[in-house]
């Protein structure tokens, strides 16, 4: 597991990220997500933060563009934590925008209106668009919060978001590319898979002019990506699955509590057991239990 958390730190690119290092790219992307008409990719001035913030985790994109430090992120496993990520991106990034000192003067200092946006493509069932706010991770509400980031999340798995789709065609075609991807991963092996995606898109026109100048790279990056996802959804089940099974536990003893006093001894069974249906047979029993005693007797001692 820790070696390949090396890697992920130190891999320099995704798929997602060599797309759009072209300003012409990106300039038609923002331009589809915001309705506008600039035709200069000179204008489009890049700003990305390289293995700065969080776990030296890379942001995707970032750049300059009509007043807007824009800040765009690819995702294929939801984090709901992109707010908090996004905050302290972007605190770095103006770190990086305002000279030195200008924070003390008895002037105003400027800064650029900033822009959060994530491209999302994983397998987890997400809406086509939605609001990720800081205030949601506060551990109380708050009705007017003194802080708040919002990001706006975006569904770009095929057949999600389909205006945008067609108005930004490399958008359209990288949601095709990484579903071919898939579909030859549930029949063969990753590598596989991705070299016969890249071959079956190529031949399509999906992306083609891109596979063919940098297929060699793609193939390696797609593979790694792939299976770093996979990775993934393997933990959050491993860590969902976990947290299913101590919120059972701790129905049990909430149950058991309106009985009278739970030995630690028992406390302690109770929390540490792993088993899912064990602890739903003992959650029917403490429901059922007229006593401490009579659940004690019930699961056996």
């Known amino acids: 597991m820790e070696e390949k958390r090396k890697v992920v730190r130190n891999y320099k690119d995704t798929v997602f990220r060599m797309l759009y290092r072209d300003k012409k790219e990106l300039l038609a992307l923002y331009n589809a997500l915001n309705g506008t008409d600039y035709q200069n990719p000179e204008e489009l001035e890049t700003y990305t933060l390289e293995n700065a913030i969080y776990m030296a985790v890379k ?3 970032s750049f300059l563009l009509g007043s807007e430090l824009n800040l765009y992120e690819h995702q294929a496993s939801f984090n709901p934590n992109m707010a908090l990520r996004d905050l302290l991106y972007i605190s770095r990034q103006l770190e990086k925008y305002i000279r030195e000192g200008s924070l003390y003067s ?11 946006v994530v491209f999302y493509n994983g397998n ?28 706006l999340m975006l569904n770009i798995n095929v ?8 108005k930004c065609r490399t958008l359209k075609e990288y949601s095709e590319y990484v579903a071919c991807v898939r579909e030859h991963a549930s029949k063969e092996k990753i590598e596989d898979a991705v070299e016969h ?12 002019d891109f596979l063919t100048a940098q297929r060699s ?4 990056m797609s593979i790694f990506e792939y299976n770093e996802e996979e990775e993934m959804r393997k933990i959050r089940k491993a860590e969902y699955e976990c947290g299913l099974e101590e919120g059972r536990a701790k ?22 057991t792993r088993d899912q249906e064990l602890l739903g047979k ?3 029993l403490a429901a059922r239990a007229k006593s401490i005693e009579d659940f004690a007797e019930a699961v056996g001692k």
């Open 59 to 61: 942001n995707d994109v």
């Open 106 to 116: 008895g002037s105003l200092t400027r800064i650029p209106v900033p822009r959060f």
């Open 124 to 151: 987890c069932k997400q809406p086509e668009r939605q609001i990720l706010k800081l205030s949601d991770a506060f551990e109380k509400r708050v009705e007017d919060p003194e802080l708040e980031l919002k990001v």
């Open 159 to 166: 057949g999600n978001n389909n205006e945008l789709m067609e």
């Open 197 to 208: 995606a890249v071959t079956e898109c190529i031949q399509k026109g999906i992306l083609s």
């Open 217 to 220: 790279e793609v193939v390696a």
């Open 251 to 272: 129905d049990i003893l909430l149950l058991l509590e309106d009985l009278g006093n739970i030995s630690k001894e028992l406390h302690d069974r109770i929390m540490q």
């Open 282 to 284: 003992w959650l029917k």
